[in-house]
């Protein structure tokens, strides 16, 4: 299935979650932007490689975004295929984000302010 097609699913759980509108728009801005880096023969769920994920978070990074910034985008990708593998209509896929307790992409550090 289309990564940009279950985003739209996602973002319909999200407001049946009833998640506050700003945060889904937040969700949605980064996916948009993540599965747009991708090769289109891994915009399909099930295809995406913590490599990817890892990818893009340095490709942001190299393009001087902010260290917050660059978190926001893991913690969006991080719940999306969170709520991906608990999906059963989706068939329960991996996330590319961990393999069983190990994480495989792990969550960037934000310095601390002073």
């Not at 001087?64 to 991080?78: E, F, H, K, Q």
Request: proline share 7%; hydrophobic share 40%.
């Amino acid at each position: 299935m289309d990564l940009l097609e279950v985003v739209h699913l996602f973002v319909a759980a999200k407001q049946g979650e009833l998640v506050k509108e700003a945060t889904i728009e937040s969700y949605q801005r980064h996916l948009k932007l993540f599965i747009a880096s991708l090769p289109p023969d891994r915009a399909e769920l099930g295809k995406v490689l913590a490599s990817d994920v890892s990818g893009f978070l340095a490709s942001e990074r190299r393009r001087g975004m902010s260290p917050v910034t660059i978190l926001d985008r893991y913690v969006a990708i991080n719940v999306f295929f969170n709520w991906c593998e608990s999906v059963e209509e989706l068939g329960f896929p991996p996330s590319p984000m961990h393999r069983g307790n190990r994480k495989t992409v792990k969550r960037p550090r934000v310095p601390k302010k002073e």
